[in-house]
Nanobody, 124 residues
Framework: QVQLMESGGGSVQAGGSLRLSCAAS????????VGWFRQAPGKEREGVAG?????TTTYAEPVKGRFTISKDNAKLYLSMNSLKPEDTAVYYC????????????????????WGQGTQVTVSS
């Protein structure tokens, strides 16, 4: 049974930084495509960053240049810098069950496994 668990969320002031982590059990990030999503109150879940099996990355336009996605065999990370109040949301990690996919994606339907989410709150 695959389980993903996010950590590292919290409250920061605008301009601050946070680093989210996603630990997996029953799943290895090696050779897999994974990503981060977020959902703000009253809004739909949106893709934030994705990383393919070969390390190729993609980012949503609002976070380009501020967020960095990375992974090792054990964890998925999202480094968030220059945070803005509009980044406030619950952040979710997501994982694809397939191997070897070299195109990163921010499409919700591409992912098979989801974490429970971690809250990020950015105050002005």
């Amino acid at each position: 049974q695959v389980q993903l668990m996010e950590s590292g969320g919290g409250s920061v002031q605008a301009g601050g930084s946070l680093r989210l982590s996603c630990a997996a059990s029953g799943y290895s990030y090696m050779g897999r495509r994974v990503g981060w999503f977020r959902q703000a109150p009253g809004k739909e879940r949106e893709g934030v960053a994705g990383i393919a099996s070969d390390g190729t990355t993609t980012y949503a336009e609002p976070v380009k240049g501020r967020f960095t996605i990375s992974k090792d065999n054990a964890k998925l990370y999202l480094s968030m810098n220059s945070l803005k109040p509009e980044d406030t949301a619950v952040y979710y990690c997501a994982a694809d069950r397939s191997y070897g996919l070299t195109i990163p994606t921010l499409h919700y339907s591409s992912y098979d496994y989801w974490g429970q989410g971690t809250q990020v709150t950015v105050s002005s």
